[in-house]
């Protein structure tokens, strides 16, 4: 049987990882600033988390939702704490789709409503109606197409407000990523988000955070759309969560009540899930990684933008973007293959990085290093700075 081909692949096959290490099938070894797509928040096979999860494989794996699980209570708790949201509720699912899919399901169950607000370049998933969400019609199918969708330029605030004054009866949620991950990390303005939260709040809106790829403390905070200093009233969360086990969850504010089959799912919050994302918080927190993704970022943000070739440097913490000029295009293959450098990239010319939370300064030294390499091997200058 042949695999069905959606991928398109870099020809390598990656055999074993640690920290912010990858090693291919031939013994070769890699920097990892992708972190296989901004899920690797802790680094690659922590010892505490493998044995978080080994001991608990050898209690119990799964069991279904119609019991007690005690260690989603537990994750409820750190989640709180570590969020700062302890009045929110959690409800654990397996991917970042699946939880906004809830997530915009929650919101026109609360208030009864039928359109969403998204926004340009918008990521959210491929269920549904969070790839109905989705700025990308390559990715809908002709059963996904809705008109309760209205896209809205990003960052436009009177784009936002004039919609609220034709439509605010009618809007069951805004949906956001606080730095648009797939769309080429465009960080969501801080006014832009309060506005978001105050239409919402004078209309009777749900404003919902896809912190899929920006939460979990890669910005720096554990999520990022609270830099506006405003809450949302839902986030969604995966990736990041466990560390590369499928492990993902919303946390929904108080005032939207739950009712008995509303949401549901087989696998979400079984025990195994469970303790691989309890790993990646204690080790958040032990290791005080939203610190080091705040320093490291910085470190390697400043770097960035003073390499003149290079152009309008943005993100938050260890979520990074840049663009390249058309004349450094092989630029991201060239570090995979010459400096054994993997890194993420948004279409046409952005190269994203998204490490491990855990990323040490001496590796953001070196891939500052292999990069200026690459551009003077590329555009045939010495990279000054
Ligand atoms: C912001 C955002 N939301 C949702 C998703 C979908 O997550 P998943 O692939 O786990 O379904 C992604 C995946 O890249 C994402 O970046």
Redesign the pocket.
């Known amino acids: 049987m042949n695999l069905f081909d959606v991928y398109p692949l870099n020809d390598v096959t990656i055999v074993k990882a640690k920290g912010s290490y990858v090693w291919d099938d031939k013994g070769e070894q890699y920097l990892d600033l992708y972190g296989g797509?901004?899920v690797i928040s802790i680094g690659h096979t922590h010892p505490y988390w493998v044995k978080q999860i080994e001991e608990q494989l050898e209690k119990i794996a799964f069991y279904s939702n119609s019991v007690r699980i005690p260690l989603q209570q537990q994750l409820a708790d750190k989640l709180g704490k570590i969020s700062g949201k302890n009045d929110y509720q959690l409800f654990l699912c397996n991917?970042?789709?699946?939880a906004?899919e809830n997530a915009l399901k929650m919101a026109s169950f609360h208030n009864g409503r039928k359109k969403i607000i998204a926004f340009s370049k918008s990521?959210?998933?491929?269920t549904s109606l969070?790839v109905a969400v989705t700025d990308n019609k390559n990715y809908i199918a002709p059963v996904n197409e809705t008109d309760n969708v209205i896209f809205l330029p990003f960052n436009d605030e009177e784009a936002l407000e004039s919609c609220f004054a034709k439509q605010g009866k009618e809007i069951s949620s805004v949906i956001i990523?606080g730095i648009q991950?797939?769309g080429g990390i465009n960080v969501a303005q801080e006014s832009f988000l309060k506005k978001i939260r105050s239409l919402c709040d004078k209309h009777g809106a749900v404003y919902i955070a896809?912190s899929?790829?920006?939460g979990f403390g890669r910005s720096g905070k554990f999520f990022s759309h609270d830099f506006a200093g405003v809450n949302a009233d839902i986030y969604?969360m995966?990736?990041g969560m466990g560390n590369g086990f499928p492990v993902?969850g919303l946390i929904i504010a108080p005032h939207i009540k739950p009712k008995h089959f509303q949401l549901g799912t087989t696998f979400g919050g079984n025990q195994l899930a469970c303790a691989a994302a309890l790993a990646v918080c204690q080790v958040i927190e032990d290791e005080k990684l939203m610190g080091n993704a705040v320093m490291v970022g910085k470190y390697l943000r400043d770097e960035l933008a003073s390499i003149p070739q290079l152009r309008n440097v943005r993100g938050r913490g260890l979520m990074i973007g840049f663009d390249v000029p058309e004349d450094l295009k092989d630029l991201k293959k060239n570090l995979l293959w010459n400096q054994k450098t993997f890194t993420g990239e948004s279409k046409p010319n952005i190269i994203r990085l998204l490490p491990s939370l855990a990323l040490k300064r001496r590796d953001a030294e070196a891939f500052i290093e292999s990069l200026k390499e690459e551009i003077a091997v590329l555009t045939g200058e010495e990279v000054s700075n």
Do not use: I, P
């Open positions: 797509h901004a991917s970042g789709a699946e906004n990521f959210h998933g491929r969070s990523e991950g797939v896809d899929v790829q920006c969604t995966a990736k993902a």
